[in-house]
């Protein structure tokens, strides 16, 4: 992470974003979420790899604070998309945090203005486990469908490397609930999950 990038850290922790203004207090359902945000006029919203790493770290930054149960994200070119478990806080709000921290960022890092974000983000309630594993392959597969990459194992900036153990896991993923739904011995379920994403390939999901 750069110089510039960690400066912005410095100035966030234990501070809340000016773009965060105080909210009601308001619980949102409990269930799943799966979140979609998107870039302005379908602009670029990660230019670099400090840009994805930044993001990250703001992730994990609102994630702590809103106290979202997170169980994969994806970075893609122009959107990313997350599922989650909202318990107490409101999603819109932390949302509203999530994109306003990283936007002012990205614009400081690369001399831009204006919304990075096109308008408000989307969120599609997760109404069953079976639906939430559903999402999570298809995150999964996003990049191959989108041509960046021929195989999902081969895409850095997703959680799907971490959950089946080949790269280091985030604070804010919560995998334990996802692996525990392929089996008891780590090792067993996170090879079965690989093989339920690699399975939608020659299902034709990556097309």
Known sequence: ?????????????????????????????AGSTHVTARGNRKQS?????????FWL????????ESEWQI?????????FHFLARITTSN???????????????????HGETGHLFQGRFHS?????????????????????????VDHPVEWRWSSFRATVGL??????????????QFGGELETARQRYFEFVVSGLEQGQAA
């Open 57 to 64: 770290w703001c992730l994990t930054k609102i994630a702590a």
């Open 45 to 53: 919203i990660f230019v670099e790899a400090n840009d994805r790493v």
């Open 91 to 109: 999603l819109s709000h932390g949302m509203q945090c999530l994109n306003g921290l990283y936007g002012q960022f990205f614009n400081h890092s």
């Open 1 to 29: 992470m750069t110089r510039d990038a960690r400066r912005w850290q410095r100035a966030e922790a234990g501070a809340t974003f000016a773009s965060c203004p105080a909210h009601r207090e308001s619980r949102s359902p």
């Open 71 to 79: 169980f994969n994200y994806v970075q893609m070119g122009n959107h």
């Open 167 to 180: 790269a280091p896991r985030p604070d804010f993923l919560l995998d334990e609930w996802v692996l525990a």
């Open 124 to 148: 599609r309630l997760v109404e069953t486990e079976a639906h939430l594993l559903e999402c999570m392959r298809y995150d999964d597969l996003n990049p191959v469908r989108a041509g960046l």
